[in-house]
């Protein structure tokens, strides 16, 4: 079953520019995470935000939660040709509950960064 | 190096014949998990694993079937490989199921 589901499908920008993807969910979780993915590779885990919190940065990035609109953002700042990959949002359920241990990804957003 | 390792990473096989990809992490997770990922539907969880000799079935578990006899190794097994299985699979490692996972490189299965 689909969980996230993230807007833009794709996004291209220019080097030096800030990079917004968004992601939806429609159950209750556990925690958000959002992986990056270069082409055809495995997936590399970015950052995780629990459902207690509200916002977290990483570096350049920046992960939003509101679990009241069941909804993420990931904002990526200053952006570089290396930047380019593909990014997912996944869901968590949290332990007591069905999905607990399982991740459902969204379908993901494609960054394409030029120099 | 903490890593997942997956074999083989590339695979052309026929319908039906029997094949185990394997699994291994060096990084003494408790939870481990299958993926398969396929155009236009993202990544999918086949199957998933919480401690030794403790599975649960993911999204789309049919077709596939794994064990956990040890901690370190979660081999994803198909009995009679269809063509609708070839997909590019991931198996992935945590250490636990609520927190990040970290990725094998990636198994590309194509089944003629």
């Known amino acids: 079953s689909q969980q996230g589901e993230e807007d833009p499908q794709a996004l291209s920008i220019q080097e030096g520019e800030n990079a917004t993807m968004n992601c939806s969910y429609k159950?209750?979780?556990?925690?958000l995470q959002w992986y990056r993915q270069n082409s055809g590779r495995g997936l590399v885990h970015l950052i995780l935000i629990r459902s207690n919190e509200r916002e977290k940065h990483s570096g350049r990035l920046r992960v939003t939660l509101d679990t009241s609109k069941k909804s993420s953002s990931l904002l990526i700042t200053a952006s570089r040709a290396a930047d380019t990959a593909s990014y997912f949002c996944a869901t968590e359920g949290g332990a007591g509950g069905t999905s607990y241990g399982k991740l459902t990804f969204g379908q993901g957003t494609i960054l394409t960064v030029h120099p | 190096e903490a890593q997942v390792t997956q074999n083989p990473r590339y695979l052309i096989t026929v319908t039906g014949k029997k094949l185990t990809v394997t699994c291994s992490q060096n990084m003494n997770h408790e939870y481990m998990s299958w993926y398969r990922q396929d155009p236009g539907l993202g990544l999918r969880q086949i199957y998933y694993s919480m401690n030794v000799e403790v599975t649960d079935k993911g999204d789309v578990p049919e077709g596939y079937k794994v064990s956990r006899k040890e901690k370190r190794n979660f081999p994803l097994i198909l009995e009679s490989p269809s063509p609708n299985q070839t997909s590019l699979y991931f198996c992935?490692?945590?250490?636990?199921?609520?927190?990040?996972?970290?990725f094998g490189p990636g198994t590309r299965l194509t089944v003629l």
């Open positions: 992935a490692s945590s250490l636990d199921g609520e927190n990040e996972q970290f």
């Open positions: 159950t209750s979780i556990n925690n």
